[in-house]
């Protein structure tokens, strides 16, 4: 019965006199009365339609069928409705039996219009008739589909505002709730933020989580708090570091070359520069910094052999070469300037506050400037006595270290002044012949780390002894360590001579965290180069240069 009464025209529909008719046109009657009011519409307000006694749609307007431009506006819809729609009670008997109270029926009418379907689930009149009105204009479901999504989205975005029940806890100034929640942990912390949003924005400050990061494998803070990624919120590296801590990564390959090289690369914010031959390559990561674009955007070259060592450092790529020469390039042109700086090789080179210092196998170390109009002048040339593979200055630019073969019977640490020339202090007394320390670098002026052929990572602070190491770290294989990196904290990164092994250190033990061979047994390569981001570690070799991505693993 009641889809023989859906089934005709709504013009052909006529009210039915059963035993509900009089409580209808009760009912119409109340509701024209509050039409001619101005205080509602003759239905619901969603589209001036009537009900009728027992809550179901009742028939369309007169104004309808002139089609979408005819229909009239909330306002029109109450005064111009009520003197033209009628009700039309549903044919089926037994709900007309139920229309005796009117009173229950319009607040059923009600509830079922302001949810918009009906009892069986289908969509209200309201959306029948919008989708009629429309029904013209293609796509216009599919927008108005959109238009709801946008509306979620921006009331989503809105800021959480304080819950304003609750323990008393979260009534506290929120200068006082930073102090104290401060001291949780990581999963405390967790727990809090799936209890509303407004905590949720709460304990995404950085303030809650920079104890936590300090503690934390590589998130971007310095030994001393200072935060080397002020554009990273801290949240999101304390979440990366738990990767760096369990070894969760994904191994790729970013570049690849035909023949074996020894390349060298550095890193500066999204560019990385990696030697290959006698040139340079800069390339540009990708957004996601796991990827690179295909081809360089620019080629640096002046040297006649291969590139032995190179550094970043006043807006300058300072170059040693395998024909003897430093190469001087500017990054953003073309201005290059090589000179001859040795009798052999050039194995290392560095340079900070206008000065470079170089070693090499002619067993000199030198020192000049870089100012333009002096370019190639040398200040000293120190006799080591031994062949130099690697140098770095201090921080305090008043001194510099060597690293040699240890081929002599004289430490191959040695410390020199910067102004005079002259040795200043050797570190260690106890190295084995041949313990030739091949990468070294200064963590503050008062601290450095070194590595090499013997196999060990050691830490020295030049303020206890220099006679002894603070720490050492010895390589579980026996393998020659080439490289090393820090992020100033608490985590150590070293490249080995077999396999391409990449290992992970935590400073504060002794053991290694976790190793990562990076070639097989007929591609054995040693790691010749590697720096990390707190996202990423790149790893050069002799055929590849490979990346662990911490991010995403």
Not at 143 to 149: I, L, N, S, Y
Not at 178 to 195: E, H, K, N, P, T
Request: aromatic share 8%.
């Amino acid at each position: 019965m009641g889809s023989q009464g859906r089934s005709g025209s709504p013009g052909n529909r006529a009210p039915r006199e059963g035993e509900g008719g009089e409580a209808a046109r009760k009912l119409q009657e109340a509701r024209v009365a509050r039409g001619k009011r101005g205080k509602g519409t003759a239905g619901t307000g969603h589209g001036g339609r009537g009900s009728g006694a027992e809550g179901k749609p009742g028939p369309q307007r007169a104004g309808k069928a002139a089609g979408p431009g005819a229909e009239a506006g909330p306002g029109q819809e109450g005064e111009e409705g009520g003197g033209v729609e009628e009700e039309r009670p549903r044919s089926s008997g037994k709900r007309d039996e139920g229309s005796a109270g009117p009173g229950k029926e319009e607040e059923e009418e009600e509830r079922r219009v302001g949810t918009g379907r009906r009892e069986d689930g289908s969509p209200g009149r309201a959306q029948e008739r919008g989708c009629q009105a429309w029904g013209g204009i293609p796509g216009t479901r599919t927008a108005m589909a959109t238009a709801a999504e946008d509306e979620a989205a921006a009331a989503a975005a809105e800021p959480a505002t304080r819950p304003a029940a609750g323990p008393w806890l979260w009534r506290l100034p929120e200068e006082l709730l930073l102090l104290i929640c401060s001291y949780l942990d990581v999963r405390a912390l967790g727990r809090l933020a799936q209890v509303c949003r407004w905590l949720r924005r709460f304990t995404s400050c950085d303030l809650l989580w920079r104890r936590i990061a300090r503690a934390s494998l590589n998130s971007g803070f310095t030994s001393l708090g200072t935060d080397l990624m002020t554009s990273i919120p801290v949240k999101d590296r304390v979440k990366v570091s738990q990767n760096w801590r369990l070894g969760r990564c994904r191994k790729g390959i970013l570049l690849k070359w035909k023949c074996s090289q020894m390349p060298w690369m550095q890193l500066e914010e999204a560019f990385l520069y990696i030697s290959q031959a006698n040139f340079i390559l800069a390339y540009q990561f990708r957004p996601d910094g796991a990827s690179l674009n295909r081809q360089p955007f620019r080629v640096f070259a002046g040297h006649d052999e291969d590139v032995c060592h190179f550094v970043l450092a006043n807006s300058h790529i300072i170059s040693a070469g395998g024909d003897g020469k430093i190469g001087v390039h500017k990054l953003h042109s073309t201005f290059t300037v090589k000179y001859s700086a040795h009798e052999q090789e050039v194995n290392c080179v560095d340079c900070k506050g206008g000065i470079i210092v170089s070693g090499s196998r002619d067993r000199t170390a030198k020192v000049w400037p870089l100012a333009s109009g002096r370019l190639g002048q040398c200040f000293h040339t120190i006799q080591t006595e031994d062949r130099v593979w690697s140098i770095a200055i201090s921080p305090l630019l008043s001194s510099f270290v060597t690293g040699t073969a240890c081929c002599g019977h004289f430490s191959p640490l040695r410390i020199w002044d910067t102004n005079s020339g002259q040795l200043i202090t050797h570190l260690g007394s106890d190295f084995p012949p041949g313990a030739g320390v091949l990468d070294v670098m200064y963590e503050s002026p008062f601290t450095l780390l070194s590595c090499g052929y013997d196999t060990y990572v050691r830490y020295w602070d030049l303020r206890t002894s220099a006679r002894k190491c603070v720490m050492e770290w010895e390589e579980p294989h026996d393998s020659t360590l080439y490289c090393l990196q820090t992020d100033g904290n608490h985590l150590l990164a070293t490249g080995s001579s077999y396999y391409g092994v990449v290992r992970l250190w935590d400073r504060r033990q002794r053991a290694c965290l976790h190793a990562f061979p990076l070639t097989s047994t007929p591609l054995s390569s040693p790691v010749y180069c590697l720096r990390f981001t707190t996202r990423h570690l790149y790893a050069a070799l002799s055929y590849n240069l490979h990346i662990l991505d911490f991010q995403n693993p």
